[in-house]
């Protein structure tokens, strides 16, 4: 599957309901980084277009920001999306275990 369709299949619904449910919560901040991230996803034409959001995707932790239980379980949703993508773009097959 080529990687820009698995990022806006798979990823981008779950950063919509990321999205809503912090918007929902008040937490504008975090809300504002996830949909600069989707923008990004929505109006990529190739790998590398994929590689900043990806990577700005796992910056949450480092940012600092604190989820709720419900924000917290569609953020490790989205991580791990992300792993299987990251390791398509890094040409690496995905191991199981």
């Known amino acids: 599957m080529h990687k820009v369709t698995l990022a806006r ?6 950063l919509d309901r ?3 449910q912090l918007e929902a919560e008040g937490r504008l901040t975090q809300r ?3 949909r600069r991230i989707q923008r990004r ?11 900043s959001p990806i990577i700005d995707l ?3 932790a480092a940012m600092g920001f604190k989820f ?11 991580l791990d999306k992300t792993l299987v ?13």
């Open 9 to 14: 299949n798979e990823i981008s619904p779950l």
């Open 41 to 51: 996803i929505e109006v990529a034409h190739n790998d590398w277009d994929l590689k």
């Open 68 to 78: 709720s239980s419900v924000a917290d379980a569609l953020v490790v949703r989205i």
């Open 85 to 97: 993508l990251v390791d398509e773009l890094a040409g690496e097959p995905m191991t199981r275990h």
């Open 18 to 20: 990321l999205i809503q």
């Open 32 to 34: 504002a980084h996830f």
């Open 58 to 60: 796992s910056s949450a």
